[in-house]
């Protein structure tokens, strides 16, 4: 289902749609404010927040009845009991979120939102060493998925398919919003705080996945390095408000439902669950 029109709150509207907003935005970044908003949302000071929120966005809770939340982040990183039963060789998103497709050009470039990315962008300069810059070139031609998940979504994650991987890497940044009127004034993909590792999956090669942090998210938490993990597990999760999941495929690699290459063309973002099978 494709999402609404105007996905924006009316404060990141403001804060990055016009020129003052923006003055002002770099300013509350430089003062720490969203790292002040995370340190709050974990105190129990915060525990007040859980039920506005709940109503103001009218929250499925029902699988929680009876469980008391001592701050907005124990809410916020709840788990849910998710059991994913699909066929082996099905794609699955990673999260609830609104989902964008994008094509990685041969020359390792590809554009979101207005700007240019290549695939060097996203793991940092000081990441990408000869031999790993060989393992980049080898994503020239394929896919690159964006999830982005909004401050009502589940925000924990899980393996699109059964595969291993070695260790994650932890890249400091910013925390821009991820709304799209962040997105069309700031590269925030490779800006913002980030986490990333190759995933040797069973059915679709190498694929690069990269959680991005958003504006008060201060914690990507990945559970497992040197692991084995099965296709619809927990991965990990997100800390508090909307946050990004990104991921890299070969040329060839990954085939698309109908329903997602049509109700992502032109940029358009379309509605996605955890464990939903995509391609």
Known sequence: MKTNSNPNDKSVAFLYGNAFGRVLLQFILFI?????????????????????FIAQH?????????????????????RKNIE???????LI???????????????????????????????????????FEETL???AGGDCLVFRLAATDYHRYCYIDSG?????????GRLYSVQPAACENYR??????????????DHFGDVAQIEVGAFSVGGICNHHEDYRFRKGEEKGYFDLHGSTIVLLFKKGAVKLKDEILEGTKDGAEYRVKYGQIIG
């Open 32 to 52: 720490k404010i969203p790292k002040l908003l995370g340190f709050y949302l974990r105190t129990r000071l915060s525990k007040g927040r859980v039920k506005k």
């Open 58 to 78: 009218n929250i499925d809770m029902s699988e929680f009845e009876g469980i008391k939340f001592k701050t907005f982040n124990d809410f916020f990183t709840r």
């Open 84 to 90: 994913v039963n699909v066929p082996e060789e099905s």
């Open 93 to 131: 998103a990673p999260s609830d979120s609104a989902l964008s497709v994008f094509k990685i050009e041969e020359n390792s470039v590809f554009r979101i939102k207005g700007f240019d990315y290549t695939l060097e962008d996203f793991f940092a300069n000081k990441s990408v060493t000869p031999d």
């Open 137 to 139: 070139k080898s994503f």
């Open 164 to 172: 291993s991987l070695e260790k994650n890497h932890f890249i400091k």
């Open 188 to 201: 925030v993909y490779t800006k913002n705080r980030r986490s990333w590792t190759i995933l040797h999956t």
